[in-house]
C-alpha cells in the first residue's frame, strides 16, 4: 500500500482535477455531443460527490470511491469519443495526462491491497516438520544424499555470514530457513524446482524463495577458495604415491571434460550462441577432476555451441581428456583418421586411458544426479546480470559437491609452480625429443612394457 504522504498527495490532486472537471462540464455542456451526453453527466455527478467526499476524511469513503472515479474517468476519458472536446484546451489536456498516469498507477501491484495468502503451516511449523522428518523425507527435499549432520556443518559455516544479518526492524528468516530452501532449489529439476512449487512446500511467498537462494549463494561462494583448489606439489606427490608403480598415467593429476547444462528457455540475447548439436539451448562448462572424483577446477560461462577443446583452450591450463588436442600437458585418446580402424596397439591405449578417465564421467554424474537442477535449468537469461547468476549457480554446487566429498579435510593453496623434478618420471631423452607430445612418449612406454 502507499504510503500517508503519498495518499495525501493523490488526494489533494484529484480534488484540484475534480473541481476543475466540475466547472468545465458545466460550462461547456452545450458542446457535447448528444450520444455522450449521458456518460458526460455521470462523470459530473462522480465529480461533484468525489468533491464532497473529499471533505468528510472519512477512510472507508476515500478507498470504496477514490478508485473508482480515478479508474471510470480514466477509462471513459482516454475513449475517442472524449478526447477532441478535451484536447481543445489547455485543462482538458492536463485532465488526460493526470488520467492517463493514474491508470498506470493503478495497474501497479504496490496500490492493491494487500490480501494475506491462505498457508496450510507457517514457516517456522514446516522447517521444524522437515527437518525432524524421516530421512527419505529430508533428503527428499533437500537434495539427494545431504545428511542432517552435512547440513548443520554447512550451516554453522554460512549461518554468520553478514548477508544473513541486517539492520531492518523486521529481521530476516534464520539462515537454517534459508539454507534449506535454496539446497532444495538447487537439488530440485523440472516443476518440483518451479518458484511456485517450492513456495507451496515451504509456505514463504514466490519472492522469498529467490531471496532466500541469492543469499544463500552469496555465502556459499565465499567458501570456494577453500573447497575448489588446484592441489599441492606435495598433495600431488602423495596421490602418485598412492597409485600403482607400473601405471603409465599415475603422473596425471586429473581429468577434464565439458558438462553441458541444457537452458529450458532460450536466452533473449544472441541465442542462436547456446544452440548446440544436441537440438536444445545450453551453456558449456569445463571441469577438471582428481582421482577422488573431487572438482580441483571450474570454468563457467560458454555457450554451447562452444567446443569442449574451444573453452579448455582459452581456459588457464591443463590436463587429461579424449577429445583435446594432444598437447605436452594433454593427454587424449588417440582418434581415427580417414575413416581407418587404429592398430591394435592404439586401442589398448585408448582402452587405458579411458578406463582411468571414466573418473570425470562419473563426477559429473554424481554432480548432476546430486544437483538436479543442472540437468535442466529454470534460471532465464535475460543478459549479463542473469548469465553471471547462472555462473554462480554452477559455482556453488561445484562447492556443494567437493563439501559431501570430504574435501574440508584438505589443505589447499593455489597451484603457482610446476611440478618437481622428481615427481616427473620420464627420461631426460625423451624429454629432448622434438616435436613429441606427453601422449607420444607415453604411447611409446605403453608399448614397451606390453612387449616385454
Given amino acids: 500500500m502507499p504510503r500517508i504522504s503519498d495518499w495525501k498527495e493523490l488526494l489533494n490532486n484529484l480534488n484540484s482535477v475534480s473541481s476543475l472537471l466540475v466547472i468545465r462540464l458545466k460550462l461547456k455542456k452545450e ?57 481543445q484546451s489547455k485543462e482538458g489536456v492536463q485532465l488526460l495526462q493526470f488520467l492517463g498516469l493514474v491508470n498506470e498507477l493503478t495497474h501497479q501491484r504496490y496500490l492493491n491491497p494487500r490480501i494475506p495468502c491462505q498457508r496450510i503451516a507457517s514457516r517456522d511449523r514446516t522447517f521444524n516438520t522437515l527437518f525432524n522428518s524421516k530421512v527419505e523425507i529430508f533428503i527428499r527435499w533437500v537434495s539427494l544424499l545431504f545428511p542432517r549432520s552435512n547440513f548443520l556443518e554447512l550451516l554453522s559455516m554460512i549461518e554468520s555470514h553478514p548477508v544473513f544479518h541486517n539492520r531492518s526492524r523486521n529481521p530476516q528468516a ?27 512446500v515451504f509456505n514463504v511467498s514466490e519472492g522469498s524463495i529467490e531471496n532466500f537462494t541469492n543469499q544463500t549463494l552469496q555465502a556459499i561462494l565465499d567458501l570456494e577458495d577453500r573447497y575448489v583448489k588446484w592441489p599441492t606439489p606435495q598433495e600431488r606427490v602423495a596421490m ?26 532460450a536466452p533473449t540475447k544472441n541465442k542462436e550462441d547456446c544452440w548446440m548439436r ?30 569442449d577443446q574451444q573453452v579448455y583452450k582459452n581456459s588457464r591450463f591443463l590436463l587429461a581428456d579424449s577429445a583435446y588436442t594432444a598437447t605436452d ?15 591394435k596397439s592404439k586401442q589398448d591405449f585408448n582402452y587405458q586411458l579411458s578406463s582411468w578417465r571414466v573418473a570425470i564421467e562419473q563426477c559429473i554424474g554424481i554432480l548432476k544426479n546430486r544437483w538436479q537442477s543442472l540437468k535442466s535449468s529454470r534460471l532465464l537469461i535475460w543478459g549479463s546480470t542473469s548469465a553471471a547468476r547462472l555462473n ?15 574435501q574440508s579435510t584438505s589443505n589447499w593453496v593455489p597451484f603457482e609452480s610446476n611440478l618437481p623434478e622428481e615427481v616427473l618420471s620420464l627420461d631426460l631423452d625423451e624429454d629432448k625429443l622434438e616435436n613429441c607430445t606427453l601422449r607420444d612418449r607415453l604411447f611409446r612406454r605403453f608399448r614397451e612394457s606390453n612387449d616385454h
Fill in 31 to 87: 458542446t457535447i455531443p448528444p450520444s455522450i451526453l449521458p456518460y458526460w453527466t455521470i462523470t459530473t455527478n462522480l465529480a461533484c460527490a468525489i468533491q464532497n467526499g473529499l471533505q468528510t476524511n472519512t477512510e472507508k469513503f476515500k478507498r470504496s470511491w477514490l478508485f473508482f472515479f480515478i479508474i471510470y474517468l480514466s477509462k471513459r476519458m482516454s475513449s475517442e469519443k472524449f478526447q477532441p472536446p478535451l484536447l
Fill in 174 to 200: 534464520p539462515a537454517s530457513h534459508q539454507l534449506l530452501v535454496a539446497l532444495a532449489h538447487f537439488g530440485l529439476s523440472g516443476n518440483g524446482g518451479a518458484i511456485a512449487m517450492l513456495s507451496e
Fill in 240 to 265: 602418485i604415491d598412492s597409485l600403482p608403480e607400473d601405471n603409465i598415467f599415475r603422473n596425471c593429476v586429473g581429468f577434464v571434460d565439458g558438462m553441458i547444462i541444457p537452458l529450458e528457455s
Fill in 278 to 307: 544436441k537440438m536444445l539451448y545450453a551453456v558449456n562448462s569445463l571441469l577438471v577432476c582428481d582421482w577422488n572424483k573431487r572438482i580441483i577446477y571450474s570454468f563457467h560461462g560458454w555457450c554451447g555451441s562452444a567446443h
Fill in 329 to 343: 600437458t594433454v593427454v587424449p585418446a588417440f582418434k581415427q583418421s580417414g575413416g581407418l580402424p587404429l592398430p
Fill in 392 to 406: 554462480v549457480w554452477l559455482r556453488v554446487c561445484v562447492i556443494l559437491h567437493n563439501f559431501l566429498r570430504g
